[in-house]
Each structure stands twice: as C-alpha cells, then as structure tokens.
C-alpha cells in the first residue's frame, strides 16, 4: 500500500512539474504577445494573474507532497528504531 501512494505522489508531482514549466512557458509567450502588440493589457493582466494563481497553487500542491513524503519516512524510520529496540 505505501509503495502504491508512493507511486502516485511521484506521478502526482511529476505531472506537476510538467504543468509548471508549461505555465512558465505560457507566461513568457504571454508577455511576448503584450510587448508585440497581439494582446491589449487587460486580458493580459488577467491572463497573468490566472496562470500566476495556478502556479502558486501547483507550488503549494508539491510542498504538500514533499512534507508527506518527509513524514512517511520519519514515521518509517522510527518504527525502524522501535523495532530494533531502540526506544
């Protein structure tokens, strides 16, 4: 079972990253069609504010999974410990 949620997490974050870099993409390709005059400077703002938005919660998404993965191991190092006998 924990190998199964590991597993996830991993694809969970990679799909992540995967999306991050595409919005990085997006974001410059946005400012682009500003500084050439393809987009006006409202739906730029706006168009920037969402994919700012989805990128601070995609960062939030993988700190959430890194601390999960950091508590997994703790709690699989001190039951390591605990049965080893050392507490």
Known sequence: YEMYIKI???KDKEKIDSRLSFL?????NLYEDKIQDKIDVDTYNRL???YTEEKKELLEKIKILEEKEINIKSTRNLLT???A???
């Open 8 to 10: 996830k997490e991993i």
């Open 81 to 83: 410990l605990k049965n």
């Open 24 to 28: 990085t993409r997006i974001i410059k």
């Open 85 to 87: 006998g050392a507490l």
């Open 48 to 50: 920037l504010n969402e």
